[in-house]
């Protein structure tokens, strides 16, 4: 599975443009560990590699942050199963998220 394509790329806002919005911005992508609990809502995208938004790895805190393309293209689940982009999922803000 492609974890990200151009109509995702179109959808996402660019890095920083949501600043002062908190919570409150729009997650547009959700990727998960099919295997595991970990994921992660992307509300920016720099158009290259970089994202900002929501990290659940499963602990119970959730965190707003960065995180890259490529790494999730390289995490492996519990049972080595790759990171997924959730097909289903409709934008949604991130305080209603995890």
């Known amino acids: 599975m ?3 394509t ?5 959808a996402l806002p660019a890095l920083y443009s949501q600043d002062g919005k908190g ?6 992508v959700k ?5 595991g ?4 809502y992307a ?4 158009g290259e590699d970089t994202f900002f938004g929501l990290c659940d790895m499963g602990f119970g805190c959730p965190e707003l942050g960065y ?14 199963l790759p990171v ?5 999922f409709s934008p949604a803000a991130l305080s209603t998220l995890s």
């Open 23 to 28: 919570l409150e911005a729009l997650a547009q």
């Open 31 to 35: 990727f998960f560990t099919p295997d």
């Open 67 to 80: 995180f890259r393309l490529s790494e999730l293209q390289s995490v492996r689940g519990k049972m080595g």
């Open 2 to 4: 492609k974890l990200l």
């Open 43 to 46: 509300s920016e995208f720099d």
């Open 6 to 10: 151009k109509a995702n790329e179109k």
């Open 84 to 88: 997924e982009r959730d097909r289903h």
């Open 37 to 40: 609990s970990a994921t992660w």
